[in-house]
């Protein structure tokens, strides 16, 4: 459980320092199950700020998509620190940012937030259509919702994330302050869904990928929405030399998705906001935990998890795996 | 015009008598829906609040070839294919159709664009009124509603078991008579025009946009613009699902000898949209690109063909992954120059 | 008269091992399939893997990627990063449903000639046995 009053005091402590330039949490959103992420950058602003199960979206993706505008002459680079309020998975992030230096440790205040899950907005309309809730509260093994003045309770796997049922890392790995007491983790991850997937032929895995990818407008909001995606200039958008050409064809579409994915090889730390963005619902996790997996596996690698590791492809064992070389 | 009506359950045989037609109607892609063209009859849904990708696909598609050329060919004439068979759009929501005529001050603006003329002029759109609006829909305040007519040639009405349907152009006419559809009486008109003023009264949020498109500019360099780009993730999805959004890039692609200049969708929300070549980029940061695009859609663009770019469909409201609201930014927009006018 | 299949491979050859060994299959005439184009390129590990998808999009029906015996590469490290890096490129094209056939790697020393042109034996049987790539070739798709 968190305190809301004590989150707001916390991120006020923050946020009144010399050395904080402003503030990543999340508000009520405007309508709906899920929150709005905020920025601060005012001690004055955080009776906004709350966290439950809406709290959804993964703030660590906004601390590189600040624009680093050019310093005017004369003057000095704004080097403050961000603060930033993580929920387990979103420490993920933060914590394969800094294997990938990024930035520094010491350019960011992490509030980490132990969380038992956030809810899943497909689910919760399918279960109680187009409205917003009034309260929402996680008690062991059900959610509480308040819906047009009735509280309906229900069990956890019908209403939060597929993500949130198989969490390994419900507690912040990095943070300077905890804002909540730790929780035990819920359910180890056995990659199921990738086994029962793999068990396909070639054949009738193409027939599934090819209906699809065929969905795919491009609009990239998995990659924006993504925290590990965050280069200034991104392959698929490159003109010189053009790799993925923009039309929307089958061809372009799948090979943009394998680029991602493979991208994303060693990388992806499953906050599963690809997934829960995308518009046309296309499984865009099925494609990364299929590597996240062999991964762990094959190279016993997790990323997101150690901030003194290397990232995964710039090092190598002599004894790796050596399978279909020949 | 006329009244008709027809069966609910017998949809799929009016959809597949309209033999004239390439018909175009909301089918069901996994949970969610979109316009696709109808190959089999049984597949399409009524039962839809309102697809995803807008209908706008159909009129400028994601993705469409301008003309082919073979590589060293120096006498290159664009032929425009022609407009092909007649198309039928079934099911359309008021808000799209509306967007079609705001899109139509673009398309036929310094140069008529022939690809998308020739699609509107032979596409027959019959709507499909909303009896129960999404909660972020505020079509009204926009100038369209629930069950408003404009932009179509027929809207229908679900009244349970039957479909009422109005006709309202002679194109709409067409259609009743190519379905082959009865006669209806007082009762289902009577019945409908309720069902439209309830539908009105659901609607749940609004905007009076009186004064929006003059005082948006003045608040070019004013903060509250950050409150909304800092956490936009510039990912598009806003402008990929609005009916009236219509930018387009053009690129050249070739496959040996032969080759072909395309448009595709583009999205001023991604930093590239604006990069020069000598690499300057004159919205290199989100906070102008979002203050640009609801300036665009509520002030140049209405200043240029006097209609707001925007339909009140919520489409950008209900997928942002970050719930950047745009009755939101309007509201405090207002907020913004209430309290400009009085330090003033 | 029958038109059998003949695919097309694109291979990436590293410069100091495997290129040299092709040469050297060249050199000492032994036989190989003509099916294999080759690209040199320094070291395999500057093979992008997204280059054995560009590859497959633009008709190649296999691909192959050759560099020096783990341990012997000319600078050093360079093929244990192409190995990691071609490792998950495989399974990944695999779990999308491309047949794991068509995507190759072999250790080539600038001296095996003959196992080149085995490897390359090898690389067109199995790309025959995949057949040619039509999953998500562009042809004109949509024009």
Same mark, same amino acid.
């Given at each position: ?31 709906? $199950? ?9 001690? &004055? ?16 993706? $906004? ?62 309309? *399918? ?14 093994? *059900? ?7 009735? *509280? ?38 056995? $990659? ?12 009738? *895995? ?14 990239? &909001? ?24 923009? &039309? ?79 | 015009? =006329? ?55 159909l009129m400028f598609p994601e993705t469409e070839t301008l003309f082919k050329y073979r590589l060293g060919q120096t006498d290159i004439e664009p032929e425009v294919p022609d407009a092909g068979d007649k198309r039928l759009v079934f099911g359309i929501r008021p808000c799209d159709a509306l967007a079609y005529t705001i899109v139509d001050n673009l398309y036929n603006w310094d140069f008529p664009d022939p690809y998308y003329q020739n699609r509107r002029e032979n596409t027959t759109l019959v709507g499909f009124a909303c009896a129960d609006p999404c909660s972020n829909c505020f079509c009204p305040s926009l100038g369209g509603g ?38 209806? =009486? ?14 009105? =009264? ?5 905007? +009076?946009?009186? =004064? ?12 509250? /613009? ?25 690129? +050249? ?11 595709? /969708? ?79 | ?143």
């Amino acid at each position: 459980m968190v305190d809301t009053k004590r989150l707001q005091e916390k991120a006020k402590e923050v946020l009144i320092r010399d050395d904080v330039r402003r503030l990543i949490g999340w508000k009520r959103g405007t309508y709906g $199950f899920e929150a709005a992420p905020t920025v601060i950058t005012d001690a &004055s602003q955080v009776d906004q700020l709350i966290f439950d199960a809406t709290c959804v979206q993964n703030p660590a993706s $906004f601390i590189s998509l600040e624009e680093k505008k050019p310093v005017p002459r004369g003057a000095e680079p704004d080097t403050r620190k961000i603060a930033v309020m993580v929920k387990g998975c979103d420490s993920r992030a933060i914590v394969q940012q800094l294997v990938e230096k990024a930035y520094g440790r010491d350019d960011v205040i992490v509030l980490g937030i132990p969380c038992r899950g956030v809810i899943d907005r497909r689910k919760a309309m *399918k279960m109680f259509g187009d409205v917003t809730p009034g309260n929402v509260s996680l008690n062991g093994d *059900k959610v509480a919702v308040e819906v047009g003045g009735e *509280k309906k309770e229900v069990e956890r796997g019908e209403l939060l994330m597929d993500k949130c049922m198989r969490c390994r890392y419900p507690n912040p790995l990095v943070s300077d302050d905890l804002l909540g007491e730790e929780v035990e983790k819920w359910a180890d991850d056995e $990659f199921a869904d990738v086994d029962e997937f793999e068990k396909m032929v070639p054949e009738e *895995k193409w027939k599934y990928w090819e209906e699809q990818f065929s969905k795919c407008i491009r609009c990239y &909001s998995c990659r924006n929405v993504c925290p590990m995606c965050y280069c200034v200039e991104c392959v698929v958008t490159k003109m010189k030399p053009q790799w993925t050409r923009r &039309s929307t064809d089958i061809s372009e579409n799948t090979a943009y998705h394998i680029q991602r994915a493979w991208h994303l090889a060693g990388r992806c730390i499953e906050c599963n906001e690809c997934q829960r963005v995308c518009p046309v619902d296309i499984p865009i996790m099925t494609l990364n935990r299929k590597l996240t997996r062999d991964v762990k596996d094959m190279f016993e690698y997790e990323p997101g998890v150690d901030a003194e590791a290397e990232p995964l492809l710039a090092c190598y064992n002599p004894q790796d795996p050596e399978e279909y070389i020949m | 015009m =006329g009244d008709y009506k027809f069966a609910k359950e017998k949809l799929a045989e009016v959809l597949s008598s309209l033999k004239d037609y390439k018909v175009f109607a909301p089918v069901a892609v996994g949970d969610v829906f979109r316009f696709l063209q109808v190959d089999d009859p049984a597949k399409v849904t009524l039962e839809f609040a309102n697809s995803n990708v807008p209908p706008k696909e159909l009129m400028f598609p994601e993705t469409e070839t301008l003309f082919k050329y073979r590589l060293g060919q120096t006498d290159i004439e664009p032929e425009v294919p022609d407009a092909g068979d007649k198309r039928l759009v079934f099911g359309i929501r008021p808000c799209d159709a509306l967007a079609y005529t705001i899109v139509d001050n673009l398309y036929n603006w310094d140069f008529p664009d022939p690809y998308y003329q020739n699609r509107r002029e032979n596409t027959t759109l019959v709507g499909f009124a909303c009896a129960d609006p999404c909660s972020n829909c505020f079509c009204p305040s926009l100038g369209g509603g629930p069950a408003s007519e404009k932009g179509l040639d027929a809207i229908m009405f679900d009244m349970g078991d039957t479909m009422y349907v109005k006709t309202l152009t002679d194109k709409g006419e067409a259609f009743a008579k190519a379905a082959g559809l009865e006669s209806a =009486g007082d009762a289902e008109k009577k019945a409908a025009e309720k069902q439209a003023e309830e539908a009105l =009264g659901k609607i749940g949020r609004s905007i +009076d946009t009186k =004064g929006i498109p003059e005082h948006l500019p003045s608040l070019y360099d004013h903060p509250f /613009w950050e409150q909304f780009s800092d956490r936009c993730l510039s990912c598009g999805i806003c402008t990929f699902l609005c009916p009236t959004c219509h930018c387009f890039d053009i690129q +050249d692609e070739a496959e040996g000898f032969d080759a072909r200049r395309a448009r595709m /969708w583009d999205t001023c929300m991604f930093s590239e949209y604006t990069l020069h070549t000598s690499g300057h980029n004159p919205r290199p940061t989100r906070k102008e690109r979002t203050r640009n695009r609801i300036s665009h859609k509520y002030s140049y663009f209405p200043e240029k063909f006097d209609v707001i770019a925007c339909v009140g469909c919520g489409r950008c409201i209900n997928y942002c992954p970050v719930n950047i609201d745009i009755l939101d930014i309007l509201e405090k927009s207002k907020q913004a120059e209430a309290k400009e006018a009085k330090t003033a | 008269m029958s038109e059998e299949f003949e695919p097309n491979i694109v291979a990436f050859l590293c410069n100091w091992c495997s290129y040299a060994g092709a040469d050297l299959a060249g050199t000492s005439r032994m036989h190989y399939l003509p099916n294999v184009k080759i690209i040199r390129v320094m070291c395999s590990g500057r093979v992008n893997p997204l280059f054995l998808l560009n590859a497959l999009q633009q008709g190649a029906d296999g691909v192959l990627i050759s560099g020096c015996h783990p341990g012997d590469c000319h600078y050093l490290e360079g093929n244990y990063y192409a190995r990691r890096r071609f490792m998950l490129m495989h399974k990944l094209l695999e779990h999308v449903g491309v047949d794991p056939g068509r995507v190759n790697m072999s250790w080539v020393s600038a001296s095996e000639g003959a196992k080149f042109a085995d490897v390359v034996k090898e690389t067109v049987e199995k790309a025959k046995a995949a057949g040619p790539m039509d999953q998500f070739r562009r042809r004109q798709l949509n024009w």
